[in-house]
T-cell receptor, first 113, second 113 residues
Framework: NAGVTQTPKFRVLKTGQSMTLLCAQDMNHEYMYWYRQDPGMGLRLIHYSVGEGTTAKGEVPDGYNVSRLKKQNFLLGLESAAPSQTSVYFC????????????FGPGTRLTVT | KNQVEQSPQSLIILEGKNCTLQCNYTVSPFSNLRWYKQDTGRGPVSLTIMTFSENTKSNGRYTATLDADTKQSSLHITASQLSDSASYICVVSLNTGGFKTIFGAGTRLFVKA
């Protein structure tokens, strides 16, 4: 089991460029999440999904879009990158809702210049 | 306002010593509290999960306590090792039926030989 994987690991974008971050999990988990982590702050939820074909907004969704076409994949898109989106992005998954362990990916470090 | 505050921000201890990290929260309605360990450049890994009715939970040399009345939690690390050097994150989930989770900013622990 690879667990939760993220690609790419690092990326540098120019303002206005677009990109997609890919998250994949091989644990057959229902729920998947995208977070961003900024220095001195706790992780903040961007979007999440409770199952294939469903997505919902989290705490900081502006400037991002997501898709969950397959249960094992959760994509995070930036249509027009801004310097404020410079951050480390983490994907996570859980088997279902409730008090269950959340499994995180290794993160993607994105810099927007 | 729902908040999770951790102290200290950073801590340096000698290998073999014990330490205690603090987490205070003003989150309501409370569902559960988790402690994560995050190594540099990696995603968070779950250490303990406690619900309202639990006041202590251990995972090897890590012991978490929860006082739901005072809204405080602590993570005690016994006989520290160099590999304990990491950030420790306190996370509180709300019992709102949604995905409201508040992450603390973390305590950065350095264990020196």
């Amino acid at each position: 089991n690879a667990g939760v994987t993220q690609t790419p690991k690092f990326r540098v974008l120019k303002t206005g460029q677009s990109m997609t971050l890919l998250c994949a999990q091989d644990m057959n988990h229902e729920y998947m999440y995208w977070y961003r982590q900024d220095p001195g702050m706790g992780l903040r939820l961007i979007h999440y999904s409770v199952g294939e074909g469903t997505t919902a907004k989290g705490e900081v969704p502006d400037g991002y879009n997501v898709s969950r076409l397959k249960k094992q994949n959760f994509l995070l898109g930036l249509e027009s990158a801004a310097p404020s989106q410079t951050s480390v992005y983490f994907c996570a998954s859980t088997p279902a809702g409730g008090v269950l362990e959340q499994y995180f990916g290794p993160g993607t470090r994105l810099t927007v210049t | 306002k729902n908040q999770v505050e951790q102290s200290p921000q950073s801590l340096i201890i000698l290998e073999g010593k014990n330490c205690t990290l603090q987490c205070n929260y003003t989150v309501s309605p409370f569902s559960n509290l988790r402690w994560y360990k995050q190594d540099t450049g990696r995603g968070p890994v779950s250490l303990t999960i406690m619900t309202f009715s639990e006041n202590t939970k251990s995972n090897g040399r890590y012991t978490a306590t929860l006082d739901a009345d005072t809204k405080q939690s602590s993570l005690h690390i016994t006989a520290s090792q160099l590999s304990d050097s990491a950030s420790y994150i306190c996370v509180v989930s709300l019992n709102t039926g949604g995905f409201k989770t508040i992450f603390g900013a973390g305590t950065r622990l350095f264990v020196k030989a």
